[in-house]
Each structure stands twice: as structure tokens, then as C-alpha cells.
């Protein structure tokens, strides 16, 4: 039953397909009466279909193609007229179409290679026709084609303005533009709204450099003619490059509803929202025309000013940085991308940048100071240096000079002191030169002219309380504690609650160790302020004298806990805690403070101490780690650093370190530190050259004696290394130093000598571990008792001294103590599971316990046919007979072919002994 209905139906739809079917004659009827009633729509679904009913209908074609003209569809205009001319359609009626919708898709050498000679032609038309040939011959680079039309053109009894353009071209060919110029004025005179008469007096402009009156005439033909995208692009991209951007905006807003997505578009749009200062949307559309694939170097400029101006670094510093390298020396996109790489924290990077910057100006002063000061404070102190040099001369206003004058002296170039003066004398009143100058000359003890700038001070101002505590300060550093007296108690006159000139005056009180007064003045001034961090310092280091320590630290705890938003109290209330060794109470406060935006220099440093001392070497790791994320070249978090690498032997990591910081700053400490690294990397040949490098002043220093200790001995100098070696153990006796002589002595055969350094070093250091382990190794050949005695002393301090378990467990093995020997042969094959020397000491404990088959598996994880140890390699083939292993034991013994002939002789032993 369901198979019939289905039959029906299919049968039913064939009736009607077949009583419904029209000729392709009747659908181009149809759409002639469409047309007729303006439904272009709907006549070209007719003339489609007319087409699929019969694809080589010449009139289907041409009609098809008319309405695609009227539709400005001219693609497949092209295609459908193309087609009814080759199916023979009349080329008078095709040809002035096709050419129509050649010109509008650029088909110019089809134009050109058009025929009409036989095609029965107005002369309106022929003019038509040739006019578009003449255009495209030209720009198809073929004057001579063109010329030869021409002629023909000036030939036709018409006076269709095709001629007259056509004409117009015999002057562009001889590139008489004011000429043609001339005429195209002239025929426009007559045609002022012709299409092609308003686009050749445009182009003729453009060639006569005129492109504002260029942009006038194409303003014109697109107000006329506005589905002309493509001239309306030229229009918008013309009005845009006069800066006459609110004019281009208008056709681009059309052009984007078209195609939003292109990427020229964009451009022009962004172009013309950063005229109007509209940054949110200038970066919008800046963005979408990078995202297009347009790579002009000014659409990231758009871009990188317009994030800026929002103050989105990150984004402007993208930008700027991918167009930085193709801009030219004075460019303000440089200072915009050094602006926001400041901003960014990438201080180096603006200081590149900067220094590409040829013509500085004195608007250019800021940006230097600020990027020399973020430099210096990272520790990038040659950068820094660079650019102060480099804005130095154009610094001229007051407050340049004291940013200018600052930076010098924190770079220890006393010229700062005559900047500051400079600004000083420009302008008197301002009064962050003075306190500026006041300090330099505090710090530089030029007491004097500090005096003689506080009495200036006074005069101008007789109640500026800075000038008395200059004076007062200046003062109490000669020892003149009357006259200091006296100032601070002028500043409480003025200002009776002046915490500073309070504590001055305690201050004095105990310099004249009147400890009395000084108590009575800390009370009195912690009693109206009790968070005065000064005071709190004072009154602990005060107690302390006394005698008094856990009153003073009491009274900082006290202060610390009604204030545990004061950032400032729990650092102090820390680092006395680090003072008094309480590490693990120190970090507690330490760790109160690490939630905040900004934390002081004293944090980073009291912490790293705090966790070096408690032994938290993981967590001191991780610290020094973060703080030189944060600056890269702060010379005590690289010190700290460096510590903790030479701790642990991670060399590299050291020279690694030292040479960044080198790259960016000369410090003749790092300097010596450097060539430390180098040289116990084992890096001879760059050490040599780094201790040459040395001042010959510091090479006098014990730490670089020690370093040409180790120079001499790679050479095998033995007898001018030790007393080198000798003077860097006096200059610092640890048991680093002590190693290095120890090993000279023995070298030139002073074993005795050796051993007494050794022991006289523990006399006075008898928990210094390198100095043990020495001890220990030279006690195994002379008393075995000794040197259990002193691996149980290093164990006492460190239970995990990997060496001092495994050589223990060996000495315990020679005295066939086996429970001892394998108790600490386990902890020592824990330690280091792949040590073939600890494994091999563990599994001659088990063979002397004939547990052969737990030996050979141990034997098994370490030892294989390359094993260089051929001591070891014997013990284990040894392991193998003993399991019963023969067949492999002997396997083993046939490949290996010793060196030594103690185990040439062991080897000959061993196959002999199981020869069966």
C-alpha cells in the first residue's frame, strides 16, 4: 500500500511538471514585462531560468546582461554579455554594454582587445568604444595603440563628448597636463556632470600635484554617481591624506556596510577617529585593519597612540615596538613607546629606545629623568648613566635641574651638587632643590655651604622650620651638640609637636649619655605618638645599652600589634627580631607585610637573611628568586643570590648572574665575584682573562690571591699557588680557603704541614664541616677509630652528609661491624640511588653478609659494560660468581679488558678461581 502511494505521488508531480513547463522564449517575455513594472529582481529569476532552458540563447543572454548592468552588477554583466556576442547576438547592441561593464570591473585588455571594425556602429558608439579602448591602452602601457585610435576618434563626424575625451588623451600621452587640463575644463563647461569628464579633470589634477581640487571633482562625480565604490574609496583615501578627515568619513561609514572587514577600510576609519580624538574607537578600528592584514606602519602608530592616550600601556608598547625599528631618529613614536614602556616597568627597553632619539629637546627632559631614574633604581647604572649625560644639556628649567642634579649624585657624580645650585639660584623658592642641595651637602660633608644655604633659608623665611633642622643636623655631625641644641628647640617653638626636632633633641641627650633625659624625652614623645618608628629604633637601641633588650622589643611588639596596618612598624618590629636571631618570629612579621602593593628594599633583604639563617635554603631560594624578578639588577638581591648558587656548587648559574649584572652596571665587587665564579666553574680560560681584568690595586686582596692560587695550580705551579693559597686562607679562614692550601701543601709533598692546618683550623672552627671531612679522609689511612670519630661529628651537624655515611659504612665494613656498615650504607645509597661508589659499598656489605642475590641487584641498577670503574666492575662479577651467575659472570669477564694491572691480575684470579 505505501509503495503505491509513493508511486502516485511521483506520478502526480511529473503531471505537473510537465503541464507547467515554459519555453525560455516565454520567461524572457515575462521579464520584459518585470522590467517594465521596475522588478529587476524578478526579471533576471526569469532570464536565469530562460538561460537554463536554452544556455546558448543569444537574446536570453543579452537580456540578462542589460539587467545586470541596470543592477550595477557588472561581473556577471561581463560574463552574460561575453556570451550572447559569441552566440551571435547584434555586437551594435552588445559592444557599448560589454564595454560599459568592462570599464567597471577593470577588464581593461579585454577592452583593448575588443573588435568593432565589423560591427555596424553609431559614431556616438564607435566614440563611446574607442574612448574606453584609449583608456585602457594607456594603462596598459601602450601609447602608440592608443595614439592610433586617437586618430581614428578625431576622424568621426560626431560630437559625442567621447571624442572630445579622447582627444584630451593626445595631450596626457605628451604629458601636457595644464594643457589637457585646459581642455577638460572646457568640455566640463558643457558637461558638468558627465562621469567620465569629472574623473579625468580629477586624475588630471593628481598630476599636476593638486589633490585637494582632485578630491573636489571626485566629491562631485561620487555625489552623482554614489554605487561607484571604488572611486568612493579613492575619495575617502584622498580626503583622509589632505587631513581633511571629516570629510572621508562619510564614505567610509558606506564603504564599511558593504565590507566591514576590510582592512583599508579600517584604516581610514581609524585615521579619522583619531583626528576627532575618539581613542577608544581609533584603537577599535586601528586594530581591525592590523587583524585584515594591512601592515602599514602608520596603522600601528594610530593604534599605539591611541592606547596610550587611554593609558593602555601594555597594548601601546605592542604596537609601537613592531613599527620602533622603521621609524626615523626623532619620531614622536619613539618617545610615546619609551613613555609606555616606563610605564610597563621595562626600564632597559626605554632606555634603548631613548638612546635612538637624535634631537632632544627640552620637552624630552622628563622622560629622561624619569627613565634614568627607573634605570638607576633597577641597577642598570651604565644605562642610567648614558642617558643623564645625554639630557644633561637640556635641562634649563629649575625643576629639571633638581631631577638632573639628583640623578647625578645617585650615580656619585658630584656635578649634581652644581645642577642643584643651578636650580637654586633660577628659582629660590622651590623648595625640593633646596632640601635636595641641603641633603648633598650633608652627605658630601660640605658643612659649611650646608650652613650658609640654612641661614639663606632663614632669611627668606624666618619660620621654615627646614632650615633650623638642616642646621641642627649639620650640627650635631661636628659635635657641636649646644648650637644643635639650639636649632631643634627653634623648630619646637615654631611647631611644638615636630616629632623630628623631639627625637634631635633625645638624640643629644644621649650623645652627652645623659640617658636620663634621653628616656624622658622617648616617653614623652611615644606617649603622644606611640607609632614614631624613629623613636621606637631609639628607644630599643637605648635599652639595649642598658642592658635592657626585651624592654625595647616589647615596646616595638606592643606598637606592632595596635597597629597591624602600619607597614612600617612591622618592618622595624621584624628586622629587630632579625638582629636578635628570633628567625622564625621575624619571618612571621615579614610575611605580614608581603600582601602589600609596594614593599620596601628592607623587606626583600630582611627576609632573604631571615630564611638563609633559620636554614630554610628552599624557601631563601624561591625569595631571592622573586625579588630579582621584580629588579633584575638590585645588587643585593643578586649578592644574596649568588650566595645561595655558591652554597650549593651551582657555578654556572653564578657566572650566568654576574655577567647580566656586569652588562648593565661596573662594580668592581661583582667584578671579583664574577671571576670566584668562573674560576670554580672551571672555567680557566675565561677566568684568566677576568683576573687580568682585575685593578691592580684589588689584586693585593686576599679573595684575588686565592684566585691566582687556582690560575697557578691548572698550571701545575704548585710551589707559587700555596703561598697565595696561604694569604687567601688568612684573609678569610673558611674551609673553602683551608681546602685550597691544604691540597698546594700535599701537592709539594708537606703532608705534616697539611695535617696541622687542618687541625689548627679546628681548633678554632670544630664544627667547620670541609675542615671534618679532610680530617676524616686523612684519618683512614692512619686510625680508623679517628676517623669514625670525626663522621660522627659531621653527622651530628648534618645527618644527610652524604660522603660521611658512605665512608662509615666503609670503615665500619673493614672492621666486619655489618649491623653499622649497613645501617649506613641504606642511608647513603637513599641519598644518592645512582652513585656507583655508595651502591658498590652497600652490596659488599650484603656479599659480607652472603645476601649475594639483594648485591647483584644492586650491582645491576649502577654497573653496565662502560662503567669506568673497573674496581667496581670486578666487585660485581665477584657478586655474580657468588650467586651462582657463572655463565653471565664469566660472559662479563671475557669482554672487559683491564688497565691497571692490580685488577689485571684480580681478573686473572677470578677466572681462575672459577675456571669450572
Not at 657468588?882 to 684480580?906: C, F, P, T, V, W
Amino acid at each position: 500500500m505505501y509503495k503505491m502511494k509513493k508511486t502516485i505521488i511521483a506520478l502526480s508531480l511529473g503531471m505537473l511538471i510537465s503541464c507547467g513547463q515554459q519555453t525560455s522564449e516565454e520567461h524572457i517575455q515575462a521579464a520584459q514585462k518585470f522590467i517594465a513594472q521596475n522588478d529587476n529582481a524578478s526579471a533576471i529569476i526569469s532570464l536565469k531560468t530562460a538561460v537554463q532552458l536554452a544556455p546558448k540563447s543569444p537574446e536570453a543572454r543579452f537580456e540578462l546582461g542589460k539587467v545586470y548592468i541596470e543592477e550595477k552588477q557588472f561581473e556577471s554583466a561581463e560574463k552574460e554579455l561575453s556570451r550572447a556576442l559569441e552566440y551571435g547576438y547584434d555586437g551594435a547592441k552588445v559592444l557599448p554594454l560589454l564595454t560599459r561593464a568592462y570599464q567597471r570591473t577593470g577588464a581593461y585588455a579585454a577592452i583593448s582587445e575588443m573588435e568593432d571594425t565589423n560591427v555596424n556602429l553609431t559614431n556616438e558608439e564607435k566614440a563611446e568604444i574607442g574612448f574606453f579602448k584609449i583608456v585602457s591602452l594607456v594603462r596598459l602601457n601602450k601609447p602608440d595603440d592608443a595614439r592610433a585610435i586617437i586618430a581614428d576618434q578625431g576622424q568621426l563626424e560626431t560630437d559625442s563628448v567621447f571624442k572630445s575625451l579622447s582627444l584630451v588623451y593626445s595631450d596626457i600621452l605628451d604629458k601636457a597636463y595644464p594643457l589637457a587640463l585646459q581642455n577638460i575644463t572646457q568640455l566640463k563647461a558643457a558637461h558638468p556632470d558627465h562621469p567620465e569628464v569629472l574623473k579625468l579633470a580629477a586624475q588630471l589634477h593628481l598630476s599636476l600635484q593638486d589633490p585637494k581640487a582632485a578630491a573636489q571633482e571626485f566629491d562631485h562625480y561620487v555625489s552623482l554617481y554614489p554605487d561607484d565604490l571604488q572611486t568612493t574609496f579613492v575619495l575617502a583615501k584622498l580626503w583622509v591624506d589632505l587631513g581633511e578627515t571629516a570629510k572621508a568619513e562619510p564614505y567610509v561609514d558606506t564603504l564599511l556596510k558593504v565590507n566591514a572587514k576590510n582592512g583599508l577600510l579600517n584604516q581610514l576609519k581609524a585615521a579619522a577617529r583619531i583626528a576627532d580624538n575618539d581613542f577608544p574607537e581609533a584603537q577599535k578600528y586601528a586594530e581591525l585593519g592590523i587583524q585584515s592584514g594591512v601592515n602599514d606602519p602608520s596603522l600601528r602608530l594610530i593604534a599605539g597612540y591611541a592606547a596610550y592616550q587611554q593609558k593602555d600601556f601594555e597594548s601601546a608598547q605592542q604596537h609601537l615596538s613592531l613599527v620602533a625599528s622603521s621609524l626615523p631618529g626623532n619620531h614622536p613614536g619613539l618617545r610615546l613607546l619609551a613613555a609606555s614602556q616606563l610605564q610597563l616597568g621595562l626600564n632597559t627597553e626605554a632606555g634603548d629606545v631613548l638612546e635612538r632619539i637624535e634631537q632632544v629637546s627640552e620637552q624630552d627632559a622628563q622622560l629622561f629623568s624619569k627613565a634614568s631614574y627607573e634605570l638607576l633604581r633597577q641597577g642598570n647604572v651604565k644605562d642610567a648613566k648614558e642617558l643623564v649625560e645625554k639630557s644633561s644639556g637640556i635641562s634649563t628649567s629649575a625643576e629639571d635641574l633638581t631631577r638632573l642634579g639628583l640623578l647625578k649624585l645617585s650615580l656619585n657624580n658630584l656635578d649634581g651638587i652644581v645642577n642643584l645650585e643651578e636650580a637654586l639660584e633660577k628659582s629660590p623658592e622651590l623648595e625640593s632643590a633646596k632640601k635636595t642641595l641641603a641633603t648633598a651637602y650633608i652627605t658630601t660633608k660640605q658643612y659649611d655651604k650646608a650652613i650658609e644655604l640654612s641661614e639663606q633659608w632663614k632669611r627668606e623665611n624666618p619660620n621654615d622650620i627646614s632650615a633650623y633642622l638642616l642646621a641642627g643636623e649639620v650640627f650635631s655631625k661636628q659635635q657641636d651638640l649646644i648650637k644643635a641644641k639650639g636649632e631643634f628647640q627653634q623648630v619646637l617653638k615654631i611647631d611644638p609637636e615636630h616629632k623630628g626636632a623631639a627625637l634631635g633633641l633625645v638624640n643629644i641627650a644621649i650623645a652627652e649619655k645623659d640617658d636620663s633625659q634621653a628616656q624622658s624625652g622617648l616617653n614623652n614623645l611615644l606617649k603622644r605618638y606611640p607609632d614614631y618608628t624613629p623613636a621606637l629604633a631609639t628607644s630599643y637601641l637605648l635599652s639595649k645599652q642598658q642592658g635592657k633588650t626585651e624592654q625595647g622589643i616589647e615596646l616595638i611588639k606592643q606598637a606592632a600589634a595596635k597597629t597591624p596596618d602600619n607597614q612600617q612598624v612591622i618592618m622595624l618590629y621584624a628586622r629587630v627580631l632579625l638582629l636578635e636571631q628570633q628567625y622564625d618570629v621575624a619571618l612571621q612579621q615579614f610575611a605580614k607585610v608581603e600582601q602589600a602593593s609596594s614593599l620596601p628594599p628592607a623587606y626583600w633583604q630582611g627576609k632573604g637573611q631571615a630564611l638563609i639563617r633559620s636554614g630554610d635554603m628552599p624557601g631563601a631560594q624561591a625569595h631571592y628568586d622573586k625579588w630579582l624578578s621584580k629588579a633584575p639588577n638590585d645588587k643585593q638581591a643578586v649578592i644574596g643570590k649568588l650566595l645561595l648558587l655558591d652554597n650549593t656548587g651551582n657555578y654556572a648559574d653564578g657566572v650566568e648572574l654576574t655577567e647580566g649584572f656586569l652588562a648593565v652596571r661596573n662594580d668592581a665587587q661583582m667584578q671579583l665575584l664574577h671571576t670566584h665564579f668562573l674560576l670554580m666553574n672551571k672555567d680557566m680560560e675565561a677566568g684568566k682573562k677576568a683576573y687580568d681584568a682585575i685593578p691592580a690595586e684589588l689584586k693585593k686582596m686576599p679573595i684575588v690571591k686565592g684566585f691566582l692560587a687556582r690560575l697557578l695550580i691548572v698550571d701545575g705551579n704548585f710551589a707559587q699557588a700555596e703561598p697565595n693559597a696561604h694569604a687567601a686562607y688568612l684573609g678569610l679562614p673558611n674551609g673553602r680557603n683551608l681546602v685550597l692550601w691544604v691540597f698546594t701543601l700535599e701537592r709539594l709533598n708537606k703532608k705534616d704541614e697539611a695535617l696541622s692546618a687542618i687541625q689548627a683550623h679546628l681548633e678554632k672552627a670544630p664544627n667547620d664541616g670541609a675542615a671534618l671531612m679532610m680530617l676524616a679522609e686523612r684519618q683512614i689511612n692512619s686510625g680508623d677509630d679517628e676517623a669514625i670519630a670525626s663522621y660522627q661529628t659531621l653527622l651530628q651537624k648534618n645527618p644527610n652528609n652524604f660522603v660521611a655515611l658512605n665512608n662509615l659504612a666503609y670503615l665500619y665494613l673493614q672492621q666486619n661491624k655489618l649491623e653499622e656498615a649497613l645501617q649506613y650504607a641504606k642511608k647513603a645509597v637513599k641519598q644518592r640511588p645512582d652513585n656507583a661508589a655508595a651502591v658498590d659499598t652497600y652490596a659488599q656489605v650484603l656479599v659480607a653478609q652472603k645476601d649475594y642475590k639483594k648485591a647483584v641487584q644492586q650491582y645491576d641498577a649502577v654497573v653496565n659494560d662502560d662503567m669506568q670503574n673497573e674496581e667496581i666492575y670486578l666487585n660485581y662479577v665477584e657478586a655474580l660468581f657468588l650467586d651462582g651467575s657463572n655463565l653471565l659472570a664469566k660472559r662479563k669477564l671475557e669482554r672487559r679488558e683491564m688497565k691497571s694491572e692490580e685488577n689485571i691480575a684480580r681478573q686473572a684470579q677470578l677466572k681462575a678461581k672459577y675456571a669450572d
